[in-house]
């Protein structure tokens, strides 16, 4: 498959439609590496990748939990199981932070540009692996005690948590609304 065909053909798997296998170390490396090869003016890296796989999937599951139980007491204990097993629909998890602020040179916006573009290249390398993905950005990904959870500072941001495995089965295509509705050429005029 070309590069063009891969990005032509890549969809989202939700994350319940994921299983086992993840990728193994080598394909994480792999996977990482080509998120790591982001335009990114200025070489300032504006980004960090925090990996969850096998107990540490539960383990930050089970905060969540806490976190939304403390939240929502009254929603009862059955919501926040469900908010521990989040982590767990898919083998391999990668948190991507922006880690952008303010840079003399750097506008902040191309900094953001940047962990969005690393997010992006994650799916596509996943995808280039045989594996399915998805890009979510849940209530975790805004919750200021999920943050301080993960050590990041107060301009950081969760760009979003990034579920890998295999697809149970080949997803659909999504409809998408035809090129052209989204599309002008400029004639200066």
Known sequence: ????????????VAPK????PGPSAEQL??????????????KLGPWRFVVFEGEARADFGNRLGEIY????????V???SVQQQLLLRAPLVIAVISTAGPHVKIPE???????GAACQ??????SSLGFGACWLTEWYSYHPKVKALLGLEEHHAIAG??????????????????????????SGT
């Open 17 to 20: 439609d994921l299983c086992e």
């Open 109 to 115: 916006w191309e900094q953001v540009l940047s962990a």
């Open 29 to 42: 490396e792999q996977i990482l590496r080509c998120a790591h090869r982001v335009p990114d003016h200025g």
């Open 161 to 186: 948590f990034i579920y890998i495995g295999t697809a149970k089965q080949k997803p659909d295509d999504r409809v998408r609304p035809p090129l052209a509705e989204r599309l002008v050429y400029w």
């Open 121 to 126: 290249n994650i799916l596509v390398a996943a």
């Open 78 to 80: 059955d919501l926040s």
């Open 69 to 76: 139980q403390g939240d929502f007491p009254e929603l009862g």
């Open 1 to 12: 498959m070309t590069c063009i065909d891969l990005l032509l053909a890549r969809r989202s």
